[in-house]
């Protein structure tokens, strides 16, 4: 899987905690390696978002990102659930 990160993530990704952006980095990999697992918990969005997909990195984190291709994706936002889904 090919991963673009978006100017807005990437700013995001640094304000993370470094406990968080370890868990970023998992997720990352796990992503990378099957999009299908299970502790992704990957979803599409609704509203003013349909067409993003999301995934947890933890109880209150998300990434949100869309497919640009069908091996292709591009991380639009990582923060809270109030952050990500406003």
Do not use: W
Request: charge should be positive.
């Amino acid at each position: 899987m090919d991963i673009e990160l978006s100017s807005n993530f990437l700013k995001k990704a640094k304000r993370l905690s470094k406990e968080e952006k370890v868990l970023l980095s998992d997720r990352i990999e796990i992503f990378r390696d099957n999009v299908n697992d299970s502790r992704l918990k990957i979803h599409p969005l609704t509203g003013k978002l349909k067409g993003l997909l999301s995934f947890s990195l933890n109880y209150s984190k998300r990434v949100t990102f869309v497919y640009l291709e069908k091996e292709k994706v591009l991380f639009i936002d990582v923060g809270s659930h109030d952050q990500v889904y406003k």
